[in-house]
């Protein structure tokens, strides 16, 4: 069953708190064969495509683009359509702006499940933001790691992005480096997907590219 989850993020704690660099570490050469893999390529591959008062998601140009409201500080996300719950996963993605302002945010989450939905997510935005965060039954946001001095070195031309939940350690890479890594035990299964969202200004569009799932 393919879900999505458009609502009005009302925190200002991802619009307003300043970013933080971490050491850069690099990640794992070794990759594994994917639980589940889309390069978008196929129009027919079962992601959500719609239009309506929550956002637009499509394919476009050989990827999939998620648009949230054009209200300020909303959100969209959708889950992958192989609909599979996982414990420890690797959630994989390339990204980038295609129109909007730079202060915007997206990126993947782990462990989605419930209703209303809870997940981990790990997002960046155009202007060096990042964090991991907790979505909470009660419709809270935690922030886990990241936000706090420096931001990140963003490439307008799109970003490579890595999300680890495993156990309770939850890491994000960009680019290749280790940019953010907390731990939290409260979520330990769920689906894999993608999120954008606005902040001050409304009309952000992220193509998302090569999205897949590893089983560490």
């Not at 155009?126 to 990140?152: C, H, K, S, V």
Request: glycine share 10%; proline share 7%.
């Amino acid at each position: 069953m393919l879900k999505y989850w458009p609502v009005l993020l009302t925190l200002t704690l991802a619009a307003c708190a300043p970013a933080v660099q971490a050491s850069p570490t690099a990640e794992p050469t070794a990759t594994p064969q994917p639980a589940f893999f889309d390069d978008f390529e196929d129009p027919n591959s079962g992601w959500f495509v719609g239009l309506d008062e929550f956002g637009e998601a499509r394919y476009q140009d050989g990827g999939y683009l998620i648009a949230p409201p054009t209200d300020s500080g909303s959100w969209s996300s959708t889950d992958s359509p192989n609909d599979e719950s996982f414990s420890d996963m690797r959630v994989e993605v390339d990204a980038r702006k295609v129109a909007g302002p730079d202060e915007n945010e997206y990126g993947v989450y782990c462990r989605l499940s419930g209703e209303p939905a809870t997940f981990y997510l790990g997002l960046i935005g155009n202007d060096g933001f990042y964090g991991i965060y907790e979505r909470t039954a009660d419709d809270e946001w935690l922030l886990i790691e990241g936000a706090e001095d420096e931001p990140i070195e963003i490439n307008a031309a799109g970003n490579h992005m890595r999300m680890d939940c495993i156990g309770s350690t939850i890491s994000l890479y960009v680019n290749g480096d280790l940019v953010a890594e907390g731990s939290d035990d409260s979520l330990t299964r769920g689906e894999a997907g993608l999120y954008t969202g606005t902040l001050d200004e409304p009309g952000v569009e992220i193509l998302f590219d090569n999205f897949a799932v590893y089983l560490p």
